[in-house]
């Protein structure tokens, strides 16, 4: 797919004031700082569409941008601001998880995580509230250029391992450097392909 409009539609505090679900919806998550803001400016390849970085404890707002006039992509609040706690719900905000449990035209969540580290508690935890939830999702590490071959490998291999504790499938993985401009054209096929609402 390529990309040929990328309009910011607004900012909303909660899922009653999103935009009519009139467009199948790509929502992107993850801790603050994972790169975000710099994925979704090289996926649309329109620097500055993401604003960098929201302050820990600033307002939540899941941006809108309507992409090529025929879907939309959420940009969610990040999480893991909140204090180590055993209980996901604590982690990240009531808001995301009403937007991504009631949100009618969510066709996919992407879960951003740095390529760099080893699989974080409030990750997994997300991840399998997601799964517990039957929302689909993938996995997508951010910052791959930052990493060896071999440091990746590593980190992937725990990811896959956390991962099969709990689920017999694996989500589809994107590996993505928003400075190499690696993994756009595979995340833009992916939602191409799954473009169906
Ligand atoms: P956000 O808080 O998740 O939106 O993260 P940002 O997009 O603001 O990125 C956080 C920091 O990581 C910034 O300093 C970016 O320049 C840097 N960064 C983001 N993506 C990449 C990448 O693919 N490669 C490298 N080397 N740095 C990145």
Known sequence: MSIHSADFIKSSPKIEECPEPDFPEYAFIGRSNVGKSSLINMLTNKKGLAKTSSTPGKTQLINHFLINNSWYLADLPGYGYAKVSKKTREIFSKMIEKYILNRKNLVNVFILVDARHLPLENDLEFINWLGEKEIPFSLVFT????????????????????????????????????????????ILSFIEDTNKY
């Open 143 to 186: 910052k791959i250029d930052k990493v060896s071959q071999r440091e990746f490998a590593f980190n992937f291999k725990k990811y896959m391992q956390e991962l099969r504790k709990t689920w017999e499938e694996v989500p589809t993985i994107f590996k993505t450097s928003a400075e190499k401009k690696i993994g756009q054209e595979e």
